[in-house]
């Protein structure tokens, strides 16, 4: 039997607990009352940060929260009372910057989670949430503080996020487990 290191494992969780330990849980709380009070809420997400909040969008389907991904072909518009929700890690890319301003237009509510607080996204947000992990924005050099690659501490961050985000929400909205279970797809 071959033994297995499992420094880098231990590494990328200590990484995690730092980036956690950094956030403003009263943001994250703001965020959740945005959510619950929102007509609709649409997400965005460019790469791999849009796997992790369609998963999240995926978990307020299972609540019966109103939710729809931008992209979609059953995306809604956005107006007043929704809220159109980004993860832009790297604190601004060109799609997120054009899609805030029609959203915006629109006079929809716009909350920006983000590295990199100062960037033009947030600048263009009501709502921002800074998750303080590295990103493609500054994995290289003397600011690369990750021992995983690229953005993927941010991207790893996220879907914790949004999990302990949901256990804020179910409490929030008063939703039960066996009712987002009977909300889950059978076509598995």
């Known amino acids: 039997m071959t033994r297995v290191d499992h420094s880098p494992y231990h590494a990328a969780l200590e990484e995690l607990g730092t980036v956690f330990s950094r956030l403003d849980d009263g943001k994250v709380d703001e965020l959740i009352e945005a959510i619950a009070k929102a007509k609709s809420t649409v997400v965005f997400g460019g790469g791999r940060e849009r796997l992790q909040i369609m998963g999240f969008a995926m978990r307020l389907y299972h609540m019966g929260v109103p939710v729809a991904v931008e992209g979609d072909m059953t995306t809604p518009p956005v107006g007043p009372d929704d809220l159109f929700l980004l993860t832009v890690g790297p604190g601004e890319i060109s799609t997120a910057l054009a899609l805030i301003g029609v959203a915006r237009s629109a006079g929809a509510t716009v909350a920006v989670i983000t590295a990199q607080p100062g960037g033009k996204a947030p600048a263009m947000a009501d709502l921002v949430l800074h998750l303080p992990a590295q990103t493609m924005a500054d994995d290289q050099g003397e600011a690369r503080s990750s021992i995983l690659p690229m953005g993927s501490l941010y991207e790893g961050a996220l879907f914790v996020l949004f ?17 987002m279970r009977a909300r889950h797809t059978n076509l598995e």
Do not use: G
């Open 163 to 179: 999990e302990v985000m949901i256990l804020k929400l179910r409490e929030r909205l008063q939703t039960t487990p066996e009712a």
